[in-house]
Every structure is written in C-alpha cells, then in structure tokens.
C-alpha cells in the first residue's frame, strides 16, 4: 500500500513537469508530435527507474555519513556527502550514453527525430531532480525505486498529453507569432495552475 | 587591397561570419525562446534581477569556457564516453565559478550557493557542446558559447525584472512602486512570486519577440 502512495504521489502530486517545473527543455521542445513524446517519455521512464536505486545504493553505502562503516568500523566518521553532485551526475550520463547506443541501435527514426534532445537527457533537471528528491525523502530501497518509476511515468504522462494538445492545436487559428512555441510556454503555465490544485491532498 | 586580400586568406578574429556568432543568439536563435534550451534555470532563479544578472554571468562564463575546452579537445575524445567528459569539464569549470564567487563576492555566494551549483545541468552548455563545439574550431566555438551565454542573460533580466517589479514592487532591491500607490489599494501580484509566471512570461516574449522578427515566425 506504501508503494502505491509513493508511487501515486511521484507521479501526479509532485509531477516533475507540472508541480516543480523540471525538464522544462525537453519537455517543451520534443512534444511536437505525439510518436516523439512516447519515445522520449519511455527513454525518460528507462533513465529515472534506473539511475534512482543505483545512486540510493551509492549514497547509502558509499556517501553518506558512517556510510563506509561496512568496509572497515574505522571508516564510520567519513563523510563524503560533498562528492555527491558530480558521482551523481557521473552515474546518470553514464546511463544515458548507454540508452542513445541501444536507441541508435534498434530504432534510427525516434534516434533522428529526439536529435539533442537525447543526449540532453543527461542534464533533464528531471533526473537529477528525482535523485535528489529521492535522497532528501530518505526512502528504503524498495520504495526508492518505485519513486524512480512514478517520477518517470509523470512525466511520461506530461509530455504525451502535451503533444498532444499541440498536435489538436495545429487545427485552430492562433495568432501567427504565437504559434508553436509561444503557445506551448501558456499552455504549460496554465496546466501548471491545474496542477497546484492537486498540493493539497494527503496521502 | 592587400587587406581585403589577407582577410580572405586568414579569417580575422573578428571576422563578419564571427561576429554573427556573437550576435545571432540575441535574437535569431537565441537560446531560451529560439532553442529552447536553459528554461528550468530560467524559472528557478528569475525572481529577482541581481539572482538573475549573476546567473547570467555565471553561464555565460561557464559556457564559453567549456566551448573552448572542449572544442580544442574535441578530436581526441571518443564518440562513446563523449558525455562524462563533457560533464566532467562543466563540472570543473562550475567548481571554478563558485570557488571564485567565494572568494571575490562572499555575500553574493551566500545567497547563490544552490544556483551556481544548478549551472552543472543547465541545457545550455551541453546543449551548445553538442551542438557546436564538436565540430567546430576553439575560436568561433568560444564566440559562440558567449553569445549564447549573452542571449540568455538578457531573457532572463528581463524576466527578473518584470517579476522583481510586479512581484515585489522593487527593482535590484530599491523600492520603484512609491508607497502612495499602495495607499490607494495596490496590492503585489502574488502570481508573480510562483515559478509559473515566468513560463507565461517567456510565452509573452516569445509572441513579442516573433512579432518583429517574422522570419521566427513557426509556419507549420
């Protein structure tokens, strides 16, 4: 039942698009078209299920204060919370790397159409973001790994349901220089609003 | 003639196709509402102008830097691990900034700390080695990473500014809105205080900014 609290939580509560505005750049510049979204929306899923329960692991058993007491008792004064924003970001771009050769691999069209945006996974403040959210809830291991996927699949809901909006948009008579992008930026700020309605409810 | 002549052989430092570099992402591709690259700094830090000029200048050195850093390395990187080094080097060069910060502007450090540390996952530094240093020579590279780092700052003082005056009734914290207007049942706009005015704002400018410049103008 935790679980699914968490899980639910992560992903509409606390949406990383909608509630905390992070991945903004992506989010905005790849929902052009709703076949693009899902890619990069799995990819984002794959990224953040991932990337969260390998650095609980390096944080609880490597960073984190009297962390490195399983090695030896004298260790358990050792601090080394400072190194955690570049050992992070290391972990992250490495699994990055790995989905663009497994994506360039299996599908070269969503390769060519997610362009940058692919490799920009790596600095998606989404990912980061969840890792750090991760470690400030001080989750178990089992949970954390649930909060990396409820993080993911929020936004994975966000940007389909953003392309799609967009590709609807195409039909109606907005003014010229608001077209695309403009449109977009209002369009995320109002859902936004919608979205701070849902801050008040407990789980 | 003969300068005209040598101009053409040796491309001068300040060439016209160099001093497109520099100002093209002002406004034909500028980075946040061209590139769209940079909006979630763009939205965390913007709520007062002077958070936004330092950020501003952060970025832009960190941007040219890793430009030049890792164009002149760019032929000695290997296509597979290109991302960690890339990461590597914005994450020296940002450790560079904020050592530097604590140094020379303490008290500005202290109220930065957390934003100076948000350069690492800025878009667009990676965005911009990426997408230019790679493939391009240190020099132009460089032009380019300061450009950006200039079109970004002027969006993001304009965003400061008009949330700083809105929001706060202040301007680099001087009050601009005397109190006589508040006497008369002014109130702040609470909406500017939150993250979501400045999505709206970028829109605002996007539909300001495209309606000059027609050639920006999404056709589609």
Same mark, same amino acid.
């Given at each position: 039942?935790?679980?699914l609290?968490?899980?639910i939580?992560?992903?509409?509560?606390?949406?990383m698009?909608?509630?905390?505005?992070?991945?903004?750049?992506?989010? $905005?510049?790849?929902?052009?078209?709703?076949n /693009?979204?899902?890619?990069?929306?799995?990819?984002?899923?794959?990224?953040?299920s991932? =990337?969260?329960?390998?650095? *609980?692991?390096?944080?609880?058993?490597? $960073?984190?204060?009297?962390?490195?007491? *399983?090695?030896?008792?004298?260790?358990? /004064?050792?601090?080394?919370?400072?190194?955690?924003?570049?050992?992070?970001?290391?972990?992250?771009?490495?699994?990055?790397?790995?989905?663009?050769?497994?994506?360039?691999r299996?599908?070269? /069209? $969503?390769?060519?159409?997610?362009?940058?945006?692919?490799?920009?996974?790596t600095?998606?403040?989404?990912?980061?973001?969840?890792?750090?959210?991760?470690? /400030?809830?001080?989750?178990?291991?089992?949970?954390?790994?649930?909060?990396?996927?409820g993080?993911?699949?929020?936004?994975?809901?966000?940007?389909?349901?953003?392309?799609?909006? %967009?590709?609807k948009? %195409?039909?109606?008579?907005?003014?010229?220089?608001? %077209?695309g992008?403009?449109?977009?930026?209002?369009? =995320?700020?109002?859902?936004g609003?919608?979205?701070?309605? $849902?801050?008040?409810?407990k789980? | 003639?003969?300068?005209v002549?040598?101009?053409?052989?040796?491309?001068?430092?300040?060439?016209?196709k160099?001093r497109?570099?520099?100002?093209?992402?002002?406004?034909?591709?500028?980075?946040?509402?061209?590139?769209?690259?940079?909006?979630?700094?763009?939205?965390?830090?913007?709520?007062?102008?002077?958070?936004?000029?330092?950020m501003?200048?952060?970025?832009?050195?960190?941007?040219?830097?890793?430009?030049?850093?890792?164009?002149?390395?760019?032929?000695?990187?290997?296509?597979?691990i290109r991302?960690?080094?890339?990461?590597?080097?914005?994450a020296?060069?940002?450790?560079?900034?904020?050592?530097?910060?604590?140094?020379?502007?303490?008290?500005?450090?202290?109220?930065?700390?957390?934003?100076?540390?948000?350069?690492?996952?800025?878009?667009?530094?990676?965005?911009?080695?990426?997408?230019?240093?790679?493939?391009?020579?240190?020099?132009?590279?460089?032009?380019?990473?300061?450009?950006?780092?200039?079109?970004y700052?002027v969006?993001?003082l304009?965003?400061?500014?008009?949330?700083?005056?809105?929001?706060?009734?202040?301007?680099?914290d001087?009050?601009?809105? #005397?109190?006589?207007?508040?006497?008369?049942?002014?109130?702040?706009?609470?909406?500017?205080?939150? #993250?979501?005015?400045?999505?709206?704002?970028?829109?605002?400018?996007i539909?300001i900014?495209?309606?000059?410049?027609?050639?920006?103008?999404?056709?589609?």
């Amino acid at each position: 039942m935790e679980a699914l609290n968490v899980f639910i939580k992560a992903a509409f509560i606390e949406n990383m698009v909608l509630a905390y505005f992070l991945g903004m750049c992506s989010f $905005l510049a790849v929902s052009k078209s709703v076949n /693009t979204a899902v890619g990069l929306g799995a990819a984002v899923i794959f990224v953040l299920s991932i =990337t969260v329960p390998i650095n *609980w692991i390096v944080y609880n058993k490597l $960073l984190a204060e009297g962390a490195l007491a *399983w090695i030896h008792p004298s260790m358990a /004064t050792v601090d080394l919370t400072f190194l955690g924003l570049i050992v992070y970001i290391a972990v992250i771009a490495s699994m990055v790397q790995v989905v663009e050769m497994v994506v360039e691999r299996f599908s070269p /069209t $969503l390769y060519n159409s997610l362009g940058i945006f692919l490799p920009l996974i790596t600095v998606n403040c989404a990912i980061l973001g969840g890792v750090l959210f991760m470690i /400030t809830k001080e989750l178990s291991f089992g949970l954390s790994s649930v909060y990396g996927f409820g993080a993911g699949f929020g936004f994975f809901l966000a940007i389909v349901a953003m392309s799609a909006i %967009r590709e609807k948009l %195409r039909y109606s008579n907005v003014p010229a220089p608001l %077209r695309g992008l403009g449109i977009a930026f209002i369009i =995320t700020g109002l859902m936004g609003i919608a979205f701070m309605s $849902l801050v008040g409810i407990k789980l | 003639m003969s300068e005209v002549a040598q101009a053409t052989k040796s491309e001068g430092l300040f060439s016209k196709k160099n001093r497109r570099l520099l100002v093209d992402p002002l406004n034909d591709t500028n980075p946040i509402t061209v590139q769209v690259l940079g909006i979630c700094s763009a939205l965390a830090v913007t709520s007062s102008v002077m958070n936004s000029l330092v950020m501003g200048i952060g970025v832009t050195l960190v941007a040219s830097l890793a430009n030049l850093t890792i164009s002149s390395l760019r032929n000695y990187i290997p296509n597979r691990i290109r991302m960690i080094v890339q990461l590597v080097v914005i994450a020296w060069l940002v450790t560079l900034v904020s050592i530097f910060l604590q140094a020379f502007l303490y008290d500005t450090y202290k109220e930065l700390s957390v934003f100076v540390g948000l350069i690492i996952t800025n878009c667009i530094v990676m965005g911009r080695l990426e997408a230019y240093a790679m493939a391009n020579k240190p020099w132009p590279s460089f032009l380019d990473g300061f450009g950006n780092g200039l079109g970004y700052t002027v969006i993001l003082l304009a965003i400061g500014a008009i949330r700083e005056i809105f929001g706060a009734g202040k301007f680099l914290d001087f009050q601009v809105i #005397p109190n006589a207007v508040y006497d008369l049942g002014y109130a702040n706009n609470g909406l500017m205080v939150l #993250p979501i005015s400045s999505i709206i704002l970028i829109g605002i400018i996007i539909w300001i900014q495209r309606g000059f410049n027609q050639k920006l103008v999404d056709v589609s």
